[in-house]
C-alpha cells in the first residue's frame, strides 16, 4: 500500500519503464487498476469534487497551438468553475507565480519547452489544489527554470498544499520531499521519510584529485575503485578519512574531495537491487 | 452546462484558429466560379444553377470541413494527447465531449450559414428570388450536419487512430447516402446472413436522405407539411441522442495510456 500524505510532498523515484507514469494515471483515472482501489482526498477520482482539488501536470504538457499562454488558463480556470473578475485575477496571480506575465498574450505555438512547461504548471495551479500531482515537472527545463520550479515547489509546500512528484532527478527530490517511495519494474520496493534516507549509512564514492606529479602514488592506495592518470582517484565513502590520511603522510598534496553520488542515489539504487558498487566500474576513467 | 459551454467555446475557438477555415474560403470562390460560369451557359435557368450548385457546395464544405477538424482535432486532443490535461480537471466526460460536439457543430454552422449567406447574395445580383423550401432544405442540411457531428466525435471515442476516426465518419456519409439503395438490396436479398448484415447496417446507419430537400425544392409536387417536420427533427434528436450515449460510454470505459 502507497499513502501520500497531507501537507508532505512525496516523491515517487524510479527507473524509466518502472512505472511511475502509470500510477499516476491509475491515481488520475486514465487507466482502470487491474486490483486494488486508489482513494483520493477521502473520495474517488471520479467525483468531480475530489478532481477539483487536483492540479495535474503531464510529462511535457501539450495544448492547443491555437490559443495564447492566457487563454489556455482562463480555459482551465474555467473547468475549476471560476468566472469574472476572479478568474482574471487568478489567471494574473498564476502567470505571475509561474514567469509568464509577458509571453501570455503570445500564441503557444512560438512558445519553448520550457514555456509550456511553466504554463503546464500554471495551469495544474489555477484552482488552487490541494493536491498538486505532477510527472516530470522539471523536464526540459534549463537550469534556471529548474531553480524556479523547484522554488513554486517550496513555496507550495508552505501553503499546505500536497505534492506527489513523479521523477527520477535525486536531487529535486532531496530538496523538496519529505517522503519517497521507490518503484522498479512494476513493484513498490520501498516507501520513507526523506530524514530516514539521508540518515542512512550506505557506501557513496568519492573522487579525489591530487596534483598530477604525484599521480603514482594512488597506484599504492589499498582501497581505490578507478585511478585517473592526470591524478584522480576513486575511492569508497567508507575509506574516505582513512585514505586521505594515507595520502598526507606520504605527502600527496590533494587539490579536491568531491562526492560522486548522492545518498539519495546510493539509497535508490540499493532499492532497486543494484548497489553503488555494480555501477563503481562505469565511472571515472582508468 | 456552464462547462459544456466552456468546452464548446474552447473548442471552436481552436477549429476557427486553425487553417480548416481556408478549406471553407476555397470552396466558395469555387462554387461561386462554377455557378457564374454555369449559369452563363445554361440560357435562363442562372437561378436554379446558383441554388443547386449554392446548396450542393454549402453542404460539401460541411462535410470536408467536419472531416478535416475531426482530423486536426484527433492529432490535438488524443495523439499528442491534450486531453488528459482537461479530463483531470472537475469536467465529467460526458460534458467534455458534449462541449466538443457543441464547438465543431457551430463551426459547420458558420460555415454551412456562411456559403448560404454568398449564395443567397448572388441570387440578388441576377435579380431571383429564393425558391419555396429554400430556407427549409438549408435548416435540413444543419440538422443533417448535427448528426454527423455527434457521429464523428463518437468516432474520435472510439476508434485508435487519427486515419479511422476520418474514415468511418466519410464511409458513414456516402453510405448514410444510399440508405434507399440498401433498402432496396434488403428488400431483395434472401440469403439469411447477408439480410442479417443488410438490416444491422441499415438500421445503424443515419438515414442522411431523410435531410435532403435540397433535391427537391423545384420540385412542384413537393409538399413539406408538419407530420414530415415532427419526422426529420424526431429523427435527428433521437439518432443523436443514441450515439452521443455511445460515444458517452465508450469514452468513460476508454483507457488513455
Redesign the interface.
Known amino acids: 500500500m502507497l499513502d501520500v500524505y497531507e501537507n508532505q510532498a512525496f516523491g515517487l523515484l524510479g527507473l524509466n519503464g518502472a512505472g511511475k507514469t502509470t500510477i499516476l494515471?491509475v491515481i488520475?483515472?486514465?487507466?482502470?487498476p487491474d486490483a486494488g482501489t486508489v482513494r483520493i482526498l477521502n473520495g474517488k477520482i471520479a467525483d468531480?469534487?475530489v478532481?477539483?482539488q487536483?492540479g495535474?501536470?503531464?510529462e511535457l504538457?501539450?495544448?492547443?497551438?491555437?490559443?495564447t499562454g492566457r487563454?489556455l488558463l482562463e480555459?482551465?480556470g474555467?473547468?475549476?468553475?471560476l468566472?469574472g473578475k476572479t478568474l482574471k485575477s487568478r489567471v494574473d496571480e498564476v502567470l505571475e507565480l509561474v514567469r509568464m506575465t509577458k509571453p501570455a498574450k503570445d500564441k503557444v505555438s512560438g512558445y519553448s519547452k520550457g514555456m509550456l512547461q511553466r504554463i503546464?504548471i500554471g495551469?495544474a495551479l489555477i484552482?488552487k489544489p490541494r493536491l498538486l500531482i505532477c510527472d516530470e515537472p522539471m523536464s526540459g527545463l534549463d537550469p534556471v527554470g529548474y531553480k524556479e520550479m523547484r522554488d513554486i515547489f517550496l513555496d507550495l509546500k508552505k501553503t499546505g498544499t500536497t505534492l506527489f512528484l513523479n521523477t527520477h532527478i535525486l536531487d529535486e527530490v532531496e530538496r523538496v520531499c519529505d517522503r519517497i517511495g521507490i518503484i522498479h519494474e512494476g513493484v513498490l520496493k520501498d516507501v520513507a521519510p526523506i530524514s530516514k534516507v539521508l540518515g542512512s549509512s550506505l557506501p557513496v564514492d568519492y573522487w579525489i584529485d591530487v596534483d598530477k606529479s604525484e599521480a603514482s602514488k594512488l597506484s599504492q592506495l589499498p582501497f581505490r575503485e578507478s585511478i585517473h592518470k592526470n591524478g584522480g582517484v576513486q575511492i569508497p565513502g567508507l575509506v574516505l578519512n582513512e585514505t586521505l590520511a594515507l595520502l598526507n603522510s606520504r605527502g600527496a598534496k590533494v587539490l579536491g574531495v568531491r562526492p560522486l553520488s548522492s545518498v539519495v542515489e546510493a539509497y535508490f539504487l540499493n532499492a532497486i537491487g543494484k548497489p553503488i558498487d555494480s555501477f563503481a566500474s562505469h565511472r571515472g576513467e582508468s | 452546462m456552464k462547462r459544456v459551454l466552456t468546452v464548446a467555446v474552447f473548442t471552436f475557438r481552436e477549429l476557427i484558429r486553425s487553417n480548416i477555415l481556408i478549406v471553407w474560403v476555397c470552396s466558395v470562390i469555387g462554387i461561386c466560379g462554377l455557378s457564374y460560369l454555369l449559369s452563363i451557359l445554361s440560357y435562363g435557368d442562372a437561378l436554379k444553377i446558383f441554388t443547386d450548385l449554392g446548396l450542393a457546395g454549402a453542404e460539401l464544405a460541411g462535410w470536408m470541413v467536419l472531416l478535416l477538424s475531426l482530423a486536426v482535432s484527433y492529432n490535438t486532443e488524443m495523439d499528442q494527447k491534450a486531453i488528459f490535461l482537461q479530463l483531470a480537471k472537475p469536467v465529467s466526460r460526458g460534458e467534455y465531449l458534449l462541449g466538443r460536439v457543441f464547438g465543431f457543430f457551430t463551426m459547420n454552422l458558420l460555415v454551412i450559414l456562411g456559403t448560404v449567406a454568398v449564395l443567397v447574395f448572388m441570387v440578388l445580383v441576377v435579380n431571383g428570388s429564393m425558391p419555396s423550401y429554400f430556407w427549409s432544405s438549408v435548416f435540413f442540411m444543419v440538422l443533417e450536419m448535427l448528426v454527423l457531428t455527434f457521429l464523428g466525435l463518437t468516432y474520435q471515442m472510439i476508434a485508435t487512430s487519427m486515419v479511422r476516426v476520418v474514415l468511418y465518419t466519410f464511409f458513414t456519409i456516402i453510405l448514410g447516402r444510399l440508405i434507399d439503395e440498401i433498402q432496396w438490396l434488403l428488400e431483395k436479398q434472401h440469403a439469411p446472413i447477408l439480410k442479417f448484415i443488410l438490416t444491422l447496417v441499415y438500421y445503424c446507419l443515419p438515414n442522411l436522405d431523410l435531410f435532403n430537400l435540397k433535391d427537391r425544392i423545384y420540385d412542384p409536387t413537393l409538399v413539406l407539411g408538419w407530420t414530415q417536420w415532427q419526422e426529420v427533427l424526431i429523427y435527428t434528436f433521437a439518432y443523436s441522442a443514441v450515439v452521443f450515449i455511445i460515444g458517452w460510454i465508450s469514452l468513460e470505459k476508454r483507457e488513455f495510456r
Open positions: 494515471k488520475l483515472g486514465f487507466i482502470h468531480q469534487s478532481r477539483n487536483i495535474y501536470l503531464s504538457p501539450y495544448f492547443s497551438r491555437q490559443h487563454e480555459y482551465f474555467a473547468l475549476h468553475g468566472g503546464g495551469q484552482g
